[in-house]
């Protein structure tokens, strides 16, 4: 099975877990890195977008907003299944940053919640700080 994982996540391979599966990588082989991948996709006049599971942890508000609906469901199921007291995890466990369950998680822009954005807004000097 060839497996797309980059020089710059080597400590990402491992064998396949069952036994007629034999994981190569291709682009470890060629010495082939994230940016070199992005660079090759540019050329040939493809997008680049960052790649991530559904449900990373890892993700920005942004990434959280892109989601599909589908996406999203999934991503918010993952996250509801892992706070469940029988999946043997000491704790809470939580897929988005804020700590709290994602269905709850409000992923508006500060400027769409209503904050003023003080540095792009040119002070006149005529509150006296």
């Given at each position: 099975?060839w497996v797309?994982?980059?020089?710059?996540?080597?400590?990402?391979?491992?064998?396949a877990?069952?036994?007629?599966?034999?994981?190569?990588w291709p682009?470890?082989?060629?010495?082939?890195?994230?940016k070199?991948?992005?660079a090759?996709?540019?050329?040939?006049?493809?997008?680049?977008?960052?790649?991530?599971c559904?449900g990373?942890?890892?993700?920005?508000?942004n990434?959280w907003?892109a989601?599909?609906?589908?996406e999203?469901e999934?991503?918010?199921?993952?996250?509801?299944?892992?706070?469940r007291?029988t999946?043997?995890?000491?704790?809470?466990?939580?897929v988005?940053?804020s700590?709290i369950p994602?269905?709850e998680?409000?992923?508006r822009?500060?400027?769409?919640?209503g904050?003023?954005?003080?540095f792009n807004?040119e002070c006149?000097?005529m509150?006296?700080?």
């Amino acid at each position: 099975m060839w497996v797309g994982i980059s020089t710059d996540e080597a400590q990402r391979m491992k064998p396949a877990r069952v036994k007629y599966i034999v994981n190569t990588w291709p682009l470890i082989d060629r010495g082939v890195s994230r940016k070199d991948c992005i660079a090759w996709l540019k050329s040939h006049g493809w997008d680049a977008p960052k790649s991530s599971c559904i449900g990373c942890p890892f993700h920005s508000n942004n990434e959280w907003r892109a989601l599909t609906k589908e996406e999203f469901e999934d991503a918010c199921i993952v996250d509801e299944a892992i706070r469940r007291p029988t999946n043997g995890i000491i704790g809470q466990q939580f897929v988005h940053r804020s700590l709290i369950p994602l269905r709850e998680v409000d992923f508006r822009t500060a400027e769409e919640a209503g904050q003023i954005d003080m540095f792009n807004n040119e002070c006149e000097g005529m509150c006296g700080v």
